[in-house]
């Protein structure tokens, strides 16, 4: 029999877990399940990761999860479980299929019937965060070939096995142009091998606006991390509610299941929650095992609920709505339709989604990687950009010449604008006139700069790959 881990969560997490839970057993699956305790209670029993050895066990015994939401307690250096599991596991697609259910849940958005796939390892999500100087913060944002390829060839494997017609990249590579930029460039590599897909890119501004105004333009969509996130968000929540949508978070070797919303506190412990999108993840989890009569007969159950109206206060509205139900209640009315199927909206007959197989990643031939200059941070609350080139001046070493400096991005120095604000965070670039530069003239440069007292905190290589200069020009530049 199939072991499943599962995790109840924080906030509503135990409510909608024990309302799914009895769903999926009245449905007759054959399945065991093993709990972990995470979340809440393990942070604060000390576990900054919220997360025990032994719950860590028991998820790579079994490889499948099943959770609940939980509680990220803010600050106090504790780092989000969701995050860490989606990593530790390998977990790359996260994968959210939303819809309309017009006329029976109110919305502006009748036709809307989109998957998000989210990259789930790299991005901002990272979690590599530095305060640098009394007055800023960064966050590094890293994107890499191997995760943009895994991604995007998971979205259009992803939308031929399910029939989908199209799918839509979206980034800022307008902006960013290395990170973003290599997110779109292999989205346009991978595309073509997939012919009879449509596929199209749109800056992700332009492109939300557009998903919330008309978002039965969209298909499949792939995207970064933290758009991805987001744009999930905004597209469940225009169905109708944000408990209505689940997430499967899939690995080459194990997965995970859960809803997109979070653990909702501010209505935990009432008994009102919409259990909805956990179900809808039990869902993709019972298609992943192959059990895929207990996924149509859950599903359709579900359905049919919602067609008669019976609703919890999340999307209940006076003239579509029947009843109102708190969370019991609305699981007791689904198990009530187990083995019937929906009127009005389509019935659904699932199949099996199992694991799409992906390639395995080839590195490329390594290309031709030269050293044209650095880049030195500064921590320096002079303000002046003129007195600090004077000063970065006096450490230049053999050939190797202060270029420009900028502040949060934008040039300062030379011929800067009276009107730009300048922080302590100073990016002071060098370079040589032959256009390369040294590991060991970097040094010197740090040296002479450390036995002037100048505060440098951290240095950025300056990187040319295959003849093409691979690093941002200051703005203004
Ligand atoms: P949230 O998704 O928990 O709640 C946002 C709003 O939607 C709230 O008004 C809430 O009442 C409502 N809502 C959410 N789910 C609902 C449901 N099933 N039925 C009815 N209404 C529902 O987002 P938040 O308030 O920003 O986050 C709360 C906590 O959840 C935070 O600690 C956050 O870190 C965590 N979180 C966890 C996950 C996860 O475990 N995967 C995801 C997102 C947020």
Same mark, same amino acid.
């Given at each position: 029999?199939?072991?499943?881990?599962?995790?109840?969560?924080?906030?509503?997490? $135990?409510?909608?877990?024990?309302?799914?839970?009895?769903?999926?057993?009245?449905?007759?699956?054959?399945?065991?399940?093993?709990?972990?305790?995470?979340?809440?209670?393990?942070?604060?029993?000390?576990?900054?990761?919220?997360?025990?050895?032994?719950?860590?066990?028991?998820?790579?015994?079994?490889?499948?999860?099943?959770?609940?939401?939980?509680?990220?307690?803010?600050?106090?250096?504790?780092?989000?479980?969701?995050?860490?599991?989606?990593?530790?596991?390998?977990?790359?697609?996260?994968?959210? $299929?939303?819809?309309?259910?017009?006329?029976?849940?109110?919305?502006?958005?009748?036709?809307?019937?989109?998957?998000?796939?989210?990259?789930?390892?790299?991005?901002?999500?990272?979690?590599?965060?530095?305060?640098?100087?009394?007055?800023?913060?960064?966050?590094?944002?890293?994107?890499?070939? $191997?995760?943009?390829?895994?991604?995007?060839?998971?979205?259009?494997?992803?939308?031929?096995?399910?029939?989908?017609?199209?799918?839509?990249?979206?980034?800022?590579?307008?902006?960013?142009?290395?990170?973003?930029?290599?997110?779109?460039?292999?989205?346009?590599?991978?595309?073509?091998?997939?012919?009879?897909?449509?596929?199209?890119?749109?800056?992700?501004?332009?492109?939300?606006?557009?998903?919330?105004?008309?978002?039965?333009?969209?298909?499949?969509?792939?995207?970064?991390?933290?758009?991805?996130?987001?744009?999930?968000?905004?597209?469940?929540?225009?169905?109708?509610?944000?408990?209505?949508?689940?997430? *499967?978070?899939?690995?080459?070797?194990?997965?995970?299941?859960?809803?997109?919303?979070?653990? *909702?506190?501010?209505?935990?412990?009432?008994?009102?929650?919409?259990?909805?999108?956990?179900?809808?993840?039990?869902?993709?989890?019972?298609?992943?095992?192959?059990?895929?009569?207990?996924?149509?007969?859950?599903?359709?159950?579900?359905?049919?609920?919602?067609?008669?109206?019976?609703?919890?206060?999340?999307?209940?509205?006076?003239?579509?709505?029947?009843?109102?139900?708190?969370?019991?209640?609305?699981?007791?009315?689904?198990?009530?339709?187990?083995?019937?199927? $929906?009127?009005?909206?389509?019935?659904?007959?699932?199949?099996?989604?199992?694991?799409?197989?992906?390639?395995?990643?080839?590195?490329?031939?390594?290309?031709?990687?030269?050293?044209?200059?650095?880049?030195?941070?500064?921590?320096?609350?002079?303000?002046?950009?003129?007195?600090?080139?004077?000063?970065?001046?006096?450490?230049?070493?053999?050939?190797?010449?202060?270029?420009?400096?900028?502040?949060?991005?934008?040039?300062?120095?030379?011929?800067?604008?009276?009107?730009?604000?300048?922080?302590?965070?100073?990016?002071?670039?060098?370079?040589?006139?032959?256009?390369?530069?040294?590991?060991?003239?970097?040094?010197?440069?740090?040296?002479?700069?450390?036995?002037?007292?100048?505060?440098?905190?951290?240095?950025?290589?300056?990187?040319?790959?295959?003849?093409?200069?691979?690093?941002?020009?200051?703005?203004?530049?």
């Amino acid at each position: 029999m199939t072991k499943i881990t599962i995790a109840k969560g924080d906030g509503i997490g $135990p409510e909608i877990m024990d309302a799914v839970l009895k769903i999926v057993k009245a449905s007759g699956v054959n399945l065991q399940f093993e709990e972990v305790e995470i979340g809440e209670k393990a942070y604060l029993s000390g576990n900054s990761s919220g997360i025990s050895p032994q719950a860590w066990d028991t998820i790579r015994k079994n490889k499948i999860f099943f959770k609940a939401p939980i509680t990220t307690p803010q600050g106090g250096g504790y780092k989000s479980l969701n995050v860490t599991t989606r990593k530790a596991l390998n977990l790359f697609a996260n994968v959210r $299929p939303c819809r309309s259910f017009h006329p029976y849940v109110r919305t502006k958005h009748p036709e809307l019937d989109i998957v998000v796939v989210r990259e789930n390892e790299e991005d901002l999500y990272a979690g590599i965060e530095h305060q640098q100087t009394p007055e800023v913060v960064q966050c590094l944002k890293l994107i890499s070939r $191997p995760g943009c390829e895994k991604i995007i060839r998971y979205a259009f494997e992803y939308a031929k096995k399910h029939g989908r017609k199209k799918v839509t990249c979206l980034t800022k590579d307008n902006i960013m142009k290395q990170t973003d930029g290599l997110f779109h460039k292999v989205f346009d590599e991978i595309a073509p091998d997939y012919p009879e897909i449509v596929s199209d890119h749109m800056i992700i501004d332009i492109g939300t606006a557009r998903l919330a105004d008309t978002p039965e333009l969209f298909d499949v969509i792939v995207v970064p991390n933290l758009y991805g996130d987001i744009i999930s968000d905004v597209v469940a929540q225009i169905t109708g509610s944000v408990g209505l949508a689940g997430s *499967a978070n899939i690995g080459l070797e194990c997965a995970m299941f859960e809803a997109i919303h979070g653990s *909702a506190p501010d209505i935990a412990g009432q008994g009102i929650a919409n259990p909805s999108g956990l179900l809808q993840a039990a869902v993709m989890m019972l298609n992943y095992l192959g059990e895929n009569a207990a996924a149509t007969k859950i599903h359709n159950a579900w359905l049919k609920t919602i067609e008669e109206g019976i609703h919890t206060a999340d999307i209940h509205k006076e003239g579509t709505s029947k009843q109102l139900v708190g969370t019991r209640a609305f699981a007791e009315a689904v198990i009530s339709h187990l083995g019937q199927t $929906p009127t009005s909206l389509a019935p659904v007959q699932e199949r099996a989604s199992g694991p799409i197989v992906l390639p395995k990643y080839e590195r490329k031939n390594y290309s031709k990687k030269e050293l044209l200059g650095v880049d030195i941070f500064v921590d320096w609350p002079g303000g002046e950009s003129d007195h600090l080139a004077e000063k970065l001046q006096a450490i230049e070493t053999k050939g190797v010449r202060l270029s420009m400096i900028t502040n949060r991005g934008i040039k300062v120095w030379p011929n800067g604008f009276e009107e730009t604000f300048c922080t302590d965070h100073w990016r002071c670039r060098f370079e040589t006139k032959n256009g390369s530069i040294s590991k060991q003239q970097i040094i010197e440069l740090l040296k002479n700069a450390d036995e002037m007292s100048i505060d440098t905190i951290k240095t950025e290589n300056l990187y040319a790959f295959d003849g093409t200069p691979a690093f941002s020009l200051g703005q203004g530049q």
